[in-house]
C-alpha cells in the first residue's frame, strides 16, 4: 500500500524534529500532528522557525535531529514521491526569469505527469490576471507570487503548503485568494498548511493552528479550542484601587489602571475563573473574546516571554 | 531583478518552446537558453582562423594558435564554457532551489544537464566542422593531425576535463563568475603541476617535449581523465546536497557581524565585512602559490635558467584577477539598488572602504610575491628572477582589470573574454618592459620601459580608482540599467584593448623573450 492511501494517519507529523544553524537552534524538538482534511495555520513572529521548519518538510533542508512524515512519505528518503503529492509555495519563489509564465508551467508539467492539470494551469493565469505570453523577469512582484501559485495548485495536490503566500499580493488577490482557491481547496477535503503574518485574513478558514516562539512549538491544537481557552478578563474594583500585580494560574498578561485591571487567562474555565476573581477582590468581571491574532500575539508576546522565563527559572 | 547573464533570445515560437519545455524538461530548456553560446564559439574559431594568417609575420608565437592546435584548444575551452553555464547560472539566480522542488530526483536532473551539455557540445563540433571545411586545406590538415590515436585521447581527454570543472565548480564554489572561472584554472593548474611533481619524481623526467606526461601523451589523457573523475564526484556530491541555497540566501553581513573577531573587521577595522569575507579564499591561493611554486620551479629546472617559469607567469594572472574580482561581493553586483545605498553614509565612505580593502588587499599580495623574489635574489638566475617581477605586474593589472569589469558589468562570460582581452596584453607588455628596464635587454630602447610603465600604473592604478569612484561616488553605476553599463563598458575596455594589442604586435619579441629567455 502506498503511504499516502492510509487515511488514518495524519497529514503531517515529526517527532523530536530540529535544526541547528552553527550553535543555534532554529527549531528544536518539534512534535506535531497535522489531521488530514484540515487548514493548519503555522504561526509564529519572524524568526520563529515556520520557514525552516516548512523547508524540512519539503525536504529541501535536512534535520538535525528528529523525524517527519508528510502524507506518510520520509521527506528525506522517499522526497519525490512526496513532492508529487504535495503543492509548495516557498516564501521567495525563484523561476526562470527569461520564461514566460507559459513556458515555466509547461516546464513544471515535464516533471508533474499524469497529474497536471494543463487546462487548470491556463485557468488560474487568467483568473489571476497574469499575461502567459510576458517574461516572467518583466511580471511585478505580485504576479511574479501569483504565477508560484499557479504552479503549486494546477495538479490539485493532496498537500498544500504555502509558506507567506500573501506576502507580495495586492489586497484585492489576497482576499481572491484566501475566498477563492484557498476555500475552494479546502472544501475539497485536502489538506492545507499555511503560514502567515495576516492572521485576521486566514482566521476564517484554518481549522488548527500551531504556534512556534523561538522554535518551539507552545500550542498545536484545533483554533476553537485555543479561542475557547484563551479569553480576555475585565476587573472591576469598587472601593480599592486594582492591585498592581495577580497570582493566578495561567495568566498570560495582566494590567491595571485605577479600578480597573485586565487578565488575559490561558486555559479559561469559567467556574474557575470565577472563583479565582473573587479570590482577589473583583467586585465582578467581564469575559471578552479574543480574535485569533489577538489570541497569538498574547500567546508570544513580551509578557508571555517573561512569564516562560520566570517558570524556567 | 533581471537575470544577470543574458543571452539573445531564442528563434523558437514561445508556444514551440513550450511545447519543447513539456516533453524535455530541463535538458530542452537548457538547450534552448544557451544555443547560442556554442555558436558563437564557433564564430570566434572562425574569426582566428581567418586572422590567424595576418599574424603569422608579426608574432610567431601567436600564430600557432590556428588550425589543428586552435580546434584543440577551442574545443576544450568551449567544453569548459558549456559545462560552467550549465550549472553556473541556475547557482546564481537560485533556480537550483526551483529545480529541487520538482519531483526529480538529483541525478536525473543530473542527466538531463549532461543531455544537453552533450547537445551543446555537438551544436559546437558541427559548426567548426562546417568552418573548416571551407578554409582551404583545413580538413586535410585536421584530419591528418588527428590520425595519431595519443593526439585523439588527448583531445577527448581534455574536452571530458574541461566539460567536468565548468560543469563541477559553480556547484560548491561562491556564484562569483570570475571566482569560479579562474579557480577553475588555478585548480586544473595545480592538479598538473603535483601530477607533473609526481610523475617527475617517479620517471625522472620533468615537464618536457619528452617526458610521458606531455600534453598529445597517454599519460596526459590519463591525468584529464582522473581530473574528470575527480569533479564528476565533486558535482554529485554537490547535487545530492540539500541546503547550498539555503545557507547563501543569508545576508552577507548578518553572516559576517555573527562573531566578534568580524564585528571587529566592521567597528573598528573600518572594512566591509562581506569583501573581508570575500577576500580570504584568493589571498590564501596567492600565498600558497608564491610558496609552493618556487620550490617546484626549482624541482623541475634543476638544471635550467627558468625557461619554464611561464606556469609562475600563469599563476599570477589568475590569482590576482580572483583577488581583484573577489573586492565587490556577489550580492552588490546583482541588486540594482544595494544595501548600502540605504545607509546614512555617503557613498565616498563607501569607496574610501574598498579602496582601504583593495590596497591591503595588495599589500599583502605584493609581499605575496616579494617573498620569493627576496628568497630568490641570492640563489635564482635573473631571467627568473625578471619573470618574477614581471608576473606581479600583470597579476596587479589583471586583477584590477577583473575588478573594473566586476564594478561594471554583471559578471558573465562576455566580462571574462573582455578582461582577458584588457589584461593580458598589458600585462605582457609591461612584465616585458620591466624586465628590459631591470635587465638593459639590448633589443629595449629606454623610453619604450617608461611608456609601458606608464601604462602599467595607470591600469594598475588609475582604472580601479575610476571604477570604484564612478560605482560608489558619482553615477550610481550599480543602479543604472544593465545596457547602460555594458554600454560603458564596451567603450572603455575594447579602446584598452586595442591600445596593449597593439603594444603586444609592436613589440612581439617581449614577450617571446620574457617567455624563452
Known amino acids: 500500500m502506498k503511504p499516502s492511501a492510509d487515511i488514518t494517519t495524519p497529514a503531517i507529523e515529526t517527532r523530536g524534529l530540529g535544526r541547528r544553524f552553527g550553535s543555534k537552534w532554529a527549531v528544536c524538538d518539534l512534535n506535531l500532528s497535522i489531521p488530514r482534511g484540515c487548514v493548519y495555520g503555522l504561526l509564529g513572529l519572524n524568526g520563529a522557525g515556520k520557514s525552516t521548519t516548512i523547508r524540512m518538510l519539503m525536504g529541501v533542508l535536512e534535520p538535525t535531529c528528529g523525524s517527519a512524515r508528510v502524507l506518510g512519505y520520509d521527506p528525506v528518503t522517499e522526497d519525490v514521491a512526496m513532492k508529487c503529492r504535495v503543492g509548495y509555495v516557498p516564501d521567495a519563489p525563484a523561476f526562470y526569469e527569461w520564461m514566460t509564465a507559459e513556458e515555466v508551467c509547461a516546464f513544471v508539467a515535464h516533471y508533474r505527469r499524469p497529474e497536471w492539470d494543463a487546462k487548470r494551469a491556463e485557468r488560474l493565469l487568467r483568473d489571476f490576471g497574469v499575461p502567459a505570453n510576458q517574461r516572467l523577469r518583466t511580471l511585478s512582484k505580485g504576479q511574479r507570487a501569483k504565477v508560484s501559485l499557479v504552479l503549486a495548485l494546477a495538479f490539485s495536490p493532496d498537500l498544500l503548503v504555502l509558506d507567506e503566500p500573501t506576502g507580495g499580493l495586492d489586497p484585492l488577490a489576497r482576499r481572491q485568494f484566501v475566498e477563492g482557491v484557498l476555500a475552494e481547496y479546502s472544501e475539497s477535503g485536502r489538506t492545507i498548511l499555511i503560514s502567515s503574518h495576516l492572521i485576521n485574513e486566514i482566521s476564517g478558514l484554518v481549522d488548527h493552528v500551531g504556534i512556534l516562539h523561538d522554535g518551539r512549538l507552545v500550542r498545536s491544537e484545533p483554533t476553537e479550542t485555543l479561542l475557547a481557552r484563551v479569553k480576555r478578563v475585565r476587573l472591576f474594583y469598587e472601593g480599592a484601587p486594582a492591585p498592581t500585580a495577580c497570582a493566578c494560574s495561567g495568566l498570560l498578561r495582566y494590567t491595571a489602571d485605577g479600578r480597573e485591571a485586565v487578565a488575559v487567562v490561558d486555559d479559561y474555565d469559567s467556574a474557575r475563573t470565577a472563583a479565582e476573581m473573587a479570590r482577589i477582590g473583583a467586585s465582578h468581571h467581564v469575559v471578552e473574546d479574543l480574535s485569533l491574532e489577538e489570541a497569538f500575539l498574547e500567546i508570544v508576546g513580551p509578557g508571555a516571554a517573561a512569564a516562560a522565563k520566570e517558570d524556567e527559572s | ?517
Open chain 2, 1 to 517: 531583478m533581471s537575470a544577470p547573464m543574458d543571452y539573445p533570445a531564442s528563434p523558437l515560437r514561445p508556444g514551440l518552446r513550450a511545447a519543447l519545455f513539456a516533453a524535455t524538461g530541463t535538458a530542452g530548456k537548457d538547450v534552448v537558453r544557451f544555443i547560442a553560446l556554442p555558436l558563437g564559439m564557433a564564430l570566434i574559431y572562425m574569426v582566428s582562423e581567418m586572422i590567424a594568417p595576418s599574424l603569422a609575420d608579426k608574432s610567431p608565437f601567436l600564430s600557432r594558435f590556428r588550425g589543428a592546435e586552435l580546434y584543440f584548444r577551442m574545443l576544450a575551452v568551449t567544453a569548459y564554457a558549456i559545462g560552467l553555464v550549465l550549472t553556473f547560472e541556475e547557482r546564481e539566480t537560485r533556480t537550483w532551489w526551483f529545480l529541487r522542488l520538482l519531483p526529480a530526483r538529483p541525478l536525473g536532473l543530473l542527466a538531463h544537464k549532461l543531455l544537453a551539455g552533450v547537445v551543446l557540445l555537438g551544436v559546437y563540433m558541427a559548426a567548426v566542422s562546417a568552418v573548416v571545411a571551407v578554409i582551404p586545406g583545413g580538413w586535410g590538415e585536421l584530419t591528418h593531425w588527428l590520425s595519431d590515436p595519443n593526439r585523439v585521447q588527448a583531445c577527448v581527454a581534455q574536452t571530458l576535463a574541461g566539460f567536468a570543472t565548468g560543469f563541477a565548480l559553480p556547484l560548491v564554489l561562491p556564484p562569483n563568475l570570475v571566482t569560479i572561472v579562474l579557480a577553475g584554472l588555478a585548480a586544473l593548474v595545480a592538479f598538473m603541476a603535483l601530477a607533473y611533481t609526481a610523475g617527475g619524481v617517479a620517471t625522472g623526467g620533468f615537464f618536457s617535449a619528452e617526458s610521458s606526461y606531455y600534453v598529445g601523451s597517454r599519460g596526459y589523457a590519463v591525468m584529464m581523465v582522473a581530473w574528470s573523475v575527480i569533479m564528476a564526484l565533486v558535482a554529485i556530491a554537490a547535487v545530492g546536497r540539500r541546503e547550498g541555497e539555503i545557507a547563501r540566501s543569508m545576508p552577507a553581513v548578518e553572516v559576517a557581524l555573527s562573531t566578534r573577531r568580524r564585528r571587529w573587521w566592521h567597528r573598528d577595522c573600518g572594512f566591509d565585512p562581506p569583501t573581508v569575507h570575500l577576500l580570504r579564499l584568493p589571498l590564501i591561493l596567492t600565498i600558497t602559490a608564491a610558496v609552493i611554486l618556487p620550490w617546484l620551479m626549482r624541482v623541475w629546472n634543476r638544471d635550467d635558467s627558468g625557461s619554464h617559469a611561464f606556469l609562475l607567469f600563469l599563476m599570477a594572472p589568475l590569482l590576482g584577477a580572483l583577488l581583484g574580482a573577489s573586492a565587490v561581493s556577489h550580492g552588490e553586483r546583482l541588486r540594482p539598488t544595494f544595501y548600502l545605498y540605504s545607509l546614512p553614509v555617503s557613498r565616498g565612505h563607501f569607496f574610501r572602504k574598498r579602496m582601504g580593502a583593495l590596497l591591503a588587499a595588495s599589500v599583502v599580495l605584493v609581499m605575496a610575491w616579494l617573498t620569493p623574489i627576496l628568497l630568490s635574489l641570492l640563489k635564482m638566475p635573473a631571467e627568473l628572477l625578471g619573470v618574477f617581477v614581471a608576473g606581479a605586474v600583470v597579476c596587479m593589472s589583471t586583477a584590477v582589470t577583473a575588478w573594473l569589469c566586476a564594478l561594471l558589468l554583471r559578471v558573465r562570460l562576455f566580462a571574462i573574454m573582455a578582461a582577458l582581452m584588457v589584461s593580458i596584453p598589458f600585462g605582457i607588455a609591461a612584465g616585458a618592459s620591466l624586465t628590459s628596464m631591470l635587465f638593459g635587454r639590448p633589443v629595449f630602447g629606454w623610453s619604450e620601459p617608461i611608456v609601458y610603465l606608464a601604462w602599467a600604473l595607470l591600469v594598475a592604478v588609475g582604472l580601479p580608482v575610476l571604477a570604484s569612484w564612478l560605482a560608489f561616488c558619482r553615477s550610481p553605476l550599480l543602479e543604472q540599467s544593465e545596457g547602460r553599463r555594458a554600454l560603458v563598458a564596451l567603450v572603455v575596455l575594447p579602446l584598452l584593448a586595442v591600445w596593449g594589442t597593439l603594444l603586444l604586435l609592436v613589440s612581439p619579441q617581449h614577450f617571446l623573450i620574457m617567455i624563452f629567455g
